[in-house]
């Protein structure tokens, strides 16, 4: 258990529709990350928050967009909802500034969304 | 852009030793990490490499070489839990940056 908790597990919806993704991190971790995989392209990056503040912006449609709330727990919205959308979606957390160089990402066990 | 590549799969038998490559063409680099991911799971973390040379971790070892552009996950006695994606990362930059993943290798260990 990476201690990263994301809800729900699966989400099923329809074309069109928004959805909300939760994320909570390790506890003491700052750093959020968002990964989207699917099965032709690996994990994509998609946005980092650090310590609430947006920290880097990677393939990101502009249909989607994060937050990361005071508790450092953090939500990602995917609006307008369309077939291709349809992946696993991560979140990862790590430490804040201080962290050692090799202190590697924790991943949560993901958010699998069907769009149909 | 960033540069990535890995064999897409890989087919290894039982107690042997499979050597997974990694080749990366980058515009910054600090540091390579390994991820397993089982199917459907989230990817745990296997080893990290900064400077040149072979890290070893019980059965899982991982070279780098920077003047290459080259990394290889090694794996030994092979079981067939090893079954799994093997996904080589970089990180680009310093700090809290995010990782840039290849997509990844598909091992399957059989009897």
């Known amino acids: 258990d990476s201690g990263v908790t994301q809800t729900p597990k699966h989400l099923i919806t329809a074309t069109g529709q928004r959805v909300t993704l939760r994320c909570s991190p390790r506890?003491?971790?700052?750093?959020v990350y968002w990964y989207q995989q699917s099965l032709d392209q690996g994990l994509q990056f998609l946005i980092q928050?650090?310590?609430?503040?947006?920290?880097a912006k990677g393939n990101i449609l502009e249909r989607f967009s994060a937050q990361q709330f005071p508790d450092l727990h953090s939500e990602l919205n995917l609006s307008s909802l369309e077939l291709g959308d349809s992946a696993l979606y991560f979140c990862?957390?790590?430490?804040?500034?201080?962290?050692?160089?090799?202190?590697?990402?924790?991943f949560g066990n993901g958010t699998r969304l069907t769009v149909t | 852009g960033q540069n990535i590549d890995q064999p897409t799969e890989m087919t290894a038998t039982e107690g042997a030793i499979v050597q997974i490559n990694c080749t990366y063409q980058?515009?910054?680099?600090?540091?390579l990490f390994w991820y397993q991911q089982h199917a459907g799971e989230a990817p745990t973390f296997l080893s990290y490499n900064v400077l040149d040379g072979l890290e070893e971790k019980g059965r899982f070892s991982s070279f780098l070489s920077r003047s290459k552009g080259y990394s290889y996950l090694l794996l030994k006695e092979l079981q067939m839990k090893d079954s799994a994606s093997y996904l080589c990362a970089v990180r680009l930059y310093s700090g809290n940056t995010p990782l840039v993943f290849g997509k990844g290798t598909r091992l399957s260990v059989i009897a």
């Open positions: 928050y650090y310590n609430g503040e947006e920290r």
């Open positions: 980058t515009s910054g680099f600090n540091g």
């Open positions: 990862a957390s790590r430490e804040g500034e201080g962290a050692s160089r090799n202190s590697p990402l924790h």
């Open positions: 506890s003491g971790d700052l750093s």
